[in-house]
């Protein structure tokens, strides 16, 4: 049972305008939320996190939005560049269990 | 300052070999993660461990795969009489004590030939 969900496989942005790659959760209990950047043959890099406390979190062109009602949330990059092309992946967490989704294949387009 | 080390980077075994991953988890850290990459997919939970202790190893199959992190030296996943199906990308993350973000190795692929 996927607990976590990116139902966008693929997004494709042209360089500086809005990256914006969602995620869905089922689990209420899920209390963090983080967002993942991998390149091919590595492994996945931590962007941005962000608790259940809060409803935005921001860090440089990387913002996280928090929609606890609609168990959905969003990872928004402005300007896009070229070199964030990647997969992204979301992980929500419960204690010390971390659940993934399948991952986002974003290309930004110069 | 280390961050997750993992070894082999790659490797190759035939039908029925055995499979060692070895994982160094970031200095101060003490739990593991192990997750699995199968082509065309998401990660996927295998187990949790923290010194000496499996916490949760609900993603482990239930034969032939068994995880260890023992008081000294690294943590390894071991997979025993390898088949195709365990062709795959497999990574090992780490946290503190009081993990609130878990940070990954580069990967051992594994390839069964």
């Known amino acids: 049972d996927q607990q976590v969900k990116q139902n966008s496989p693929s997004l494709s942005v042209q360089e500086g305008r809005i990256s914006i790659l969602n995620c869905d959760y089922t689990n209420s209990m899920f209390d963090y939320f983080l967002w993942y950047k991998k390149y091919p043959a590595e492994g996945p890099t931590f962007l941005i996190s962000i608790s259940s406390i809060k409803d935005k979190n921001e860090d440089g062109r990387f913002t996280v939005f928090l929609n606890k009602s609609a168990k959905h949330l969003s990872l928004h990059i402005v300007p896009s560049q070229p070199g964030d092309s990647a997969v992204y992946f979301c992980?929500?967490?419960?204690?010390?269990?971390?659940?993934f989704g399948t991952g986002t294949s974003l290309t930004v387009i110069p | 300052n280390a961050g997750v080390m993992q070894n082999p980077r790659h490797l190759v075994r035939r039908r029925g070999q055995e499979a060692r991953l070895r994982c160094s988890p970031m200095k101060g850290h003490s739990h593991v993660y192990w997750y699995r990459q199968l082509p065309e997919e998401g990660l996927k939970f295998m187990v949790y461990?923290?010194?000496?202790?499996?916490?949760?190893e609900s993603g482990m199959p239930k034969e032939r795969f068994s995880a260890e992190f023992p008081k000294e030296g690294p943590s390894i996943l071991r997979i025993q009489q390898v088949v195709r199906g365990d062709s795959a990308a497999y990574f090992c993350?780490?946290?503190?004590?009081?993990?609130?973000?878990?940070?990954f190795g580069e990967g051992s692929w594994l390839t069964v030939v």
């Open positions: 461990l923290q010194k000496e202790n499996i916490i949760d």
């Open positions: 992980a929500a967490s419960t204690g010390n269990q971390f659940y």
């Open positions: 993350a780490s946290s503190p004590s009081s993990p609130n973000t878990i940070y």
